[in-house]
């Protein structure tokens, strides 16, 4: 391990796994805090372009990195003899460690998670928007503005289309999710009939019962 003190990342062990996104925020806090000259933006530009260039176009050298058949000195030394030359020696050295505590599985969990951090370093926060058909912009501009007043802070929409909401959206900030959608409503109405149906068969059982033991 290098005896810089600015390339120095602190991982306590992990010996539970309480989820994926606890332990990858304790690798994202790491990457995003430690010492050196690159900004926090930096650093999420050089990961995203790892993931993109690197891990998206070469599945097979990704399967490498994940696979636990792969001892963790073999993925360090994968790293120091494909990536180190072209990376930052910050970033190299976070994907070792990462390979040291055999956590590379979780490469594209921690940015997901080291994105969001930064975001909300920088007064953002990330919305997930779901159609069910294209938003225009105008329409987006305005979620946004809503959004923006809600919560006092600058949304950064994700759009996604999902055919089988019908019609509305679906809005998700954070662990929290907010359904107008056909989708939604009719499910709930659904729920309500069956709930009343219920209740009314359960009535007419009671009264049966009440007669038959009268």
Known sequence: MSDNPELQFKIPSVLEDPSIKAIARVYANALLDAQGDSSGEDRIAEYRSFIEDVLDANPKFE?????????????SGVIDRVISSQASE??????????????????????????DLEEKKSGKVRVIVRAATSISEEKLAHIRQQLKDILSADPVLQVETDTSLIGGLVIQVGDTVYDSSLKNRLG???????????????????????SEGS
């Not at 970033?91 to 994105?115: G, N, P, T």
């Not at 709930?188 to 009440?210: A, K, M, P, W």
């Open 188 to 210: 709930q109405l659904q729920s309500q009939l069956r709930q009343r149906y219920v209740h009314e068969i359960q009535s007419g059982r009671n009264r049966f019962s009440y």
């Open 90 to 115: 910050m970033f190299s050295h976070f994907l070792k460690v990462v390979a040291s505590h055999d956590r590379l599985d979780l490469l594209r969990a921690i940015f997901d998670v080291a994105v």
């Open 63 to 75: 399967a490498i990195l994940f696979s636990r058949s792969v001892s963790t000195e073999e993925k």
